[in-house]
């Protein structure tokens, strides 16, 4: 970013893993940032780097543009309405609010509302990528609301990956993000199942991933995955129940435009399974465990010199 464009007095809500990873990349561009979250000794260590701290998402109401990330509708509603929320301060509200959340289309459409009765624009932001991938500046950015607030945004935007996409006005790149995590989760459950088949045939995990990543079938997501599923890193980035929640937004949409979904309908009962067995909160790669174990597959992790595709 150049100086020019560090204009804005930002704040940021939600200070969890993907928030602080890319609360972090603006402050490492030089933006003058205030932030709230829930638990504030989780958001600590950003304060080294500049960010000021506040006790309440009110606090953020001089701001010119409010950045929020949280897990769910209701905890949007809460920060933003509810008692020392975002627009409580009567006649002070910022001009740009930027959902990053992952919610309905409906909820997010009663969001906008609410902004625009404290003259405030939304832009609904969905990124696709985690925490990892935010620290790494590699996410990819989808945007819809007014076309004027996108290209006030687009300098801070950019700091977060560098292909940011313009869909259209409202609320549509809702759709997007839910689109974009139905596929992610097919993705990965169908790479998941054609590993165990070589490997139950004497094939090594990272070997027929090599072969997968080098072929036109590989992907920024296979090679990134390849860590995981020949070493059994299951580190969380983004849990079951979170799966489940996008999984279950996207069927939602499907049933109201007709449209059928019977893959999303498979991963949906094998994240619900996973989640059944008491590894809600762990990282939904476990499905790998999950397909293993109903074919008899012990794993184990084959230790193997790859990687991740992002590192540097």
Same mark, same amino acid.
């Given at each position: 970013?150049?100086?020019?464009?560090?204009? &804005?007095?930002?704040?940021?809500?939600?200070?969890?893993?993907?928030?602080? =990873?890319?609360?972090?990349?603006?402050?490492? =561009?030089?933006?003058?940032? $205030?932030?709230?979250?829930?638990?504030?000794? $989780?958001?600590?260590?950003? $304060?080294?780097?500049?960010?000021?701290?506040?006790?309440?998402?009110a606090d953020l109401s001089d701001c010119d543009i409010v950045f929020t990330? !949280?897990?769910? /509708?209701?905890?949007?509603?809460?920060?933003?309405?509810? #008692?020392?929320?975002?627009?409580?301060?009567?006649?002070? =509200? #910022?001009?740009?609010?930027?959902?990053?959340?992952?919610?309905?289309?409906?909820?997010?459409?009663?969001?906008?509302?609410?902004?625009?009765? &404290?003259?405030?624009?939304?832009?609904?932001?969905?990124?696709?990528?985690?925490?990892?991938?935010?620290?790494?500046?590699?996410?990819? !950015?989808?945007?819809?609301? #007014?076309?004027?607030?996108?290209?006030?945004?687009l300098p801070y935007l950019k700091c977060f990956g560098p292909n940011v996409?313009?869909?259209?006005? /409202?609320?549509v790149s809702r759709i997007v993000k839910i689109c974009h995590n139905l596929?992610?989760?097919?993705?990965?459950?169908?790479?998941?199942? @054609?590993?165990?088949?070589?490997?139950?045939?004497? +094939?090594?995990? &990272?070997?027929?991933?090599? %072969?997968?990543?080098?072929?036109?079938? /590989?992907?920024?997501? *296979?090679?990134?995955?390849?860590? !995981?599923?020949?070493?059994?890193?299951?580190?969380? *980035?983004?849990?079951? *129940?979170?799966?489940?929640?996008?999984?279950?937004?996207?069927?939602?949409?499907?049933?109201?435009?007709? %449209?059928?979904? #019977?893959?999303?309908? +498979? @991963?949906?009962?094998? !994240?619900?399974?996973?989640?059944?067995?008491?590894?809600?909160?762990?990282?939904?790669?476990?499905?790998?465990? $999950?397909?293993?174990?109903? =074919?008899?597959?012990?794993?184990?992790?084959?230790?193997?010199?790859?990687?991740? /595709?992002?590192?540097?």
């Amino acid at each position: 970013m150049t100086q020019s464009d560090k204009v &804005h007095r930002l704040g940021w809500i939600g200070l969890g893993r993907m928030g602080y =990873a890319m609360a972090e990349q603006l402050l490492k =561009a030089g933006c003058d940032l $205030k932030g709230y979250n829930r638990t504030q000794s $989780k958001a600590e260590g950003l $304060k080294k780097l500049g960010l000021k701290l506040v006790e309440h998402p009110a606090d953020l109401s001089d701001c010119d543009i409010v950045f929020t990330m !949280v897990s769910t /509708g209701d905890d949007l509603r809460s920060v933003l309405s509810g #008692p020392n929320g975002l627009f409580s301060n009567q006649g002070r =509200a #910022p001009a740009i609010l930027v959902e990053l959340s992952t919610i309905s289309p409906e909820a997010s459409a009663q969001i906008r509302l609410l902004a625009a009765g &404290h003259q405030t624009e939304m832009l609904v932001v969905p990124v696709s990528g985690n925490d990892v991938v935010a620290r790494a500046a590699r996410l990819s !950015v989808t945007a819809s609301g #007014p076309k004027p607030a996108f290209d006030t945004l687009l300098p801070y935007l950019k700091c977060f990956g560098p292909n940011v996409t313009y869909v259209g006005e /409202g609320d549509v790149s809702r759709i997007v993000k839910i689109c974009h995590n139905l596929y992610l989760g097919i993705v990965y459950e169908g790479l998941a199942e @054609v590993t165990l088949l070589a490997e139950a045939h004497g +094939v090594p995990r &990272h070997s027929f991933l090599e %072969v997968i990543n080098n072929s036109v079938l /590989g992907s920024t997501y *296979t090679r990134y995955k390849t860590p !995981v599923i020949a070493n059994l890193d299951y580190t969380v *980035t983004f849990t079951n *129940t979170l799966m489940r929640k996008d999984l279950e937004l996207g069927l939602k949409a499907a049933d109201a435009m007709g %449209v059928s979904l #019977p893959a999303t309908k +498979v @991963v949906r009962d094998i !994240v619900q399974a996973c989640i059944d067995d008491g590894r809600a909160e762990q990282d939904y790669t476990i499905i790998l465990d $999950k397909l293993a174990s109903y =074919a008899g597959l012990v794993l184990k992790s084959e230790d193997a010199a790859v990687t991740d /595709g992002l590192s540097k």
